[in-house]
């Protein structure tokens, strides 16, 4: 589907348009076609027949909203992110904070490394030094096998089984683990099944080689040798909030209280585009988290650093994400929203979703070192209240504009609140 080349124009005001004009301008700029739109607003995927195939005992679905995120400019490229996601404010913020990025800064991004982890444990080995060697000495042997009886269509893609390590772990007692990585470049899928089947197969050739038994095969979330970066270049910005910025990094960085929180921010970017595509997100999750501890201290996956009159953001951690197979291939609404993204593989997915992470990361540390969080939260939540409330359509307007009173003098709103208003108005209504 061709984009056209004035999309930034057919989208502005995006977020002010109604449900079927957001479809309509999303068709006519050619990011979805109409059989999507009636898709979409038909309520999306419906016949349990197809979630059967991903789960078992399915008794329905669970509908998360799915939004888009427009302004997002990543490599020089314009885009309009997909998001599945639940929590008020990220898709706002994401936009905002975008089109700050896009106004006075850019993103670049880039992956590293192309391996994926299996790993086969051997809960007890003999003589370690001896089990390595022959390891070792078998390595290429047994990724030819591997390469020709379980990745052969991987090989053809341009991926397959590339190295073998051995690792030792020291047992409690004193004895010896040994741990064997299986590396391997899945190309553009998220290689968990087709890792696991390696590992699997390669579970007798070793025992063979060996006279050792294999206790477990599993591929590692822990993907340190496939990392994905992001880096945010803000060229002038009012130095204070850079000031301010930077101080709060600095904070994520040394207390993992707080750098817990703000990898969960930068999340919020991540995981409704894993969710959006069909991705495996707590495969993502874990990795994230585990390689934020790799130093031995929980630390933000994040960094700003001020630079002359600008702000350098930057963002480091595994990804592994894939654009063919598994859910990704069956699920019509992840198809959809990576045709919205036009990626061209799985690691440009990678990078989009960090970059998103980036920006949710900025968005989040802006607001909370300036107005705060709440501030942002404030006219959905007043909405989510007032309808929750039980507020009727012409009731809605003044029942919004007391709360919006009421949080102005109190600083805070609540349920009951928003209970009490409405009946105020009720009452002010109904005859005597
Ligand atoms: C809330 O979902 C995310 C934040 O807590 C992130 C952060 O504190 O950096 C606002």
Not at 57 to 86: C, H, S, W
Request: hydrophobic residues 45%.
């Amino acid at each position: 589907m061709a984009l056209k080349s004035n999309f930034e124009q057919i989208l502005s005001g995006f977020s002010k348009l109604s449900y079927l004009e957001r479809l309509s301008k999303l068709e006519e700029a050619g990011f979805i076609r109409h059989e999507d739109s009636l898709f979409l607003a038909g309520g999306g995927l419906k016949d349990f027949r197809l979630g059967e195939k991903f789960i078992e005992n399915v008794i329905g679905y669970f509908q998360l909203p799915l939004g888009v995120a427009t302004q997002f400019r990543i490599d020089q490229k314009d885009f309009v992110i997909p998001m599945a996601v639940e929590e008020t404010s990220i898709v706002a913020a994401a936009c905002k904070t975008a089109k700050w990025v896009r106004e006075c800064g850019r993103i670049t991004t880039s992956v590293s490394g192309a391996q994926i982890i299996g790993q086969i444990q051997l809960a007890k080995v003999a003589n370690f030094e001896k089990f390595k060697a022959l390891i070792l000495e078998k390595k290429s042997e047994f990724i030819s096998l591997a390469n020709r009886d379980v990745a052969a269509s991987m090989v053809r893609r341009g991926g397959g089984v590339t190295d073998i390590l051995v690792r030792e772990l020291i047992r409690p007692e004193g004895g010896c683990m040994a741990v064997i990585h299986v590396l391997m470049d899945p190309k553009d899928a998220m290689g968990a099944n087709i890792v696991n089947q390696v590992c699997e197969y390669l579970k007798f050739p070793i025992e063979q080689a060996t006279q050792e038994k294999v206790t477990m095969c599993i591929l590692s979330n822990l993907v340190d040798t496939k990392i994905t970066h992001a880096q945010i270049v803000l060229e002038k910005i009012d130095q204070d909030l850079a000031h301010k910025i930077e101080e709060a990094s600095l904070f994520s960085e040394l207390d993992p209280y707080r750098a817990a929180t703000n990898n969960k921010g930068v999340m919020n970017g991540i995981d409704p585009i894993l969710i959006a595509t069909g991705n495996d997100w707590r495969a993502v999750e874990a990795g994230v988290h585990a390689y934020a501890a790799r130093s031995g201290q929980y630390r933000s996956v994040t960094r700003w650093k001020k630079t002359g009159q600008g702000l350098v953001g930057s963002f480091e951690a595994p990804i592994v994400v894939g654009t063919v197979g598994g859910v990704t291939n069956l699920h019509p609404t992840a198809q959809l929203a990576l045709r919205i993204l036009g990626v061209s593989g799985a690691n440009h997915l990678s990078r989009i979703c960090a970059a998103v992470g980036l920006v949710q990361n900025l968005g989040a540390l802006k607001a909370l070192t300036t107005v705060g969080i709440i501030e942002g939260h404030m006219k959905l939540h007043i909405k989510n209240l007032t309808l929750g409330a039980g507020a009727e359509e012409p009731e809605i307007p003044y029942v919004v504009k007391r709360l919006e009173e009421i949080l102005g003098l109190n600083k805070r709103i609540s349920m009951s609140q928003a209970v009490e208003v409405l009946q105020e108005l009720r009452s002010q209504n109904s005859p005597p």
